[in-house]
């Protein structure tokens, strides 16, 4: 089944970047699921590394960097959302996570 994902908008930080997504959960939905994916910048930083590889050169591009991967649940409701990035400190332990190395997806 393929999911059909379409990136909405793209944020870069200098730690991750944070992409608004959608996508299709059931085969023949008439509805698209929504979600922010945050991928770290060392990931971003292997695709564009493995693009100017394989520009220059015919050696094989370097492996993928295996990286772990969450599921952050957040407050869903409009103001929720708007809240948990706003608040001092900020909660949005989506980025923080994202910070430290894992790619995360909090489906909204």
Same mark, same amino acid.
């Given at each position: &089944?393929?999911?059909? +994902?379409?990136?909405?908008?793209?944020?870069?930080? /200098?730690?991750?970047?944070?992409?608004?997504?959608?996508?299709? !959960?059931?085969?023949?939905?008439?509805?698209? !699921?929504?979600?922010?994916?945050? +991928?770290?910048? &060392?990931?971003?930083?292997?695709?564009?590394?493995?693009?100017?590889?394989?520009?220059?050169?015919?050696?094989?591009? /370097? $492996? !993928?960097?295996?990286?772990?991967?969450?599921?952050?649940?957040?407050?869903?409701?409009?103001?929720?959302?708007?809240?948990?990035?706003?608040?001092? $400190? $900020?909660?949005?332990? %989506?980025?923080?996570?994202?910070?430290?190395?894992? +790619?995360?997806? %909090? $489906?909204?």
């Amino acid at each position: &089944m393929a999911l059909d +994902v379409q990136i909405q908008a793209t944020v870069t930080t /200098a730690l991750y970047v944070r992409h608004s997504i959608s996508f299709v !959960a059931e085969p023949n939905d008439q509805m698209r !699921a929504t979600a922010l994916l945050y +991928v770290p910048t &060392m990931a971003t930083k292997w695709l564009e590394d493995r693009d100017t590889d394989s520009a220059t050169t015919d050696a094989a591009p /370097a $492996p !993928a960097p295996s990286l772990p991967c969450i599921l952050a649940l957040q407050p869903t409701s409009p103001a929720g959302s708007a809240w948990s990035e706003v608040r001092l $400190p $900020p909660l949005n332990y %989506a980025a923080e996570l994202a910070g430290q190395g894992y +790619v995360v997806i %909090a $489906p909204d």
